[in-house]
């Protein structure tokens, strides 16, 4: 007899679009990509995870963009 059923999941995406300080977007050679900021699980990288990440980086993009 089992207690519980356990499967594991896939919790955090470690590959995904490369930016820099202020969340924008950059390509293969380092540019940034004018216009064009990421957040959240769609940015790559292993610091923060989850809705803390995708709340904070939104936040930094939002203030960067409305900046420019």
């Known amino acids: 007899m089992k ?3 356990a ?3 896939v ?3 470690r590959a995904g679009l490369r930016i820099n300080a202020q969340c924008q977007v950059v390509d293969l050679s380092g540019e940034v990509i004018p216009g064009l900021y990421c957040g959240g699980e769609s ?3 292993f610091s923060m995870h989850g809705l803390a990440r995708c709340i904070v980086q939104g936040l ?5 963009a409305a900046a420019s």
């Open 60 to 64: 930094i993009a939002g203030r960067h």
């Open 11 to 13: 919790h955090d995406a």
């Open 43 to 45: 940015a790559g990288g």
């Open 7 to 9: 499967t594991a999941v």
């Open 3 to 5: 207690a519980t059923k």
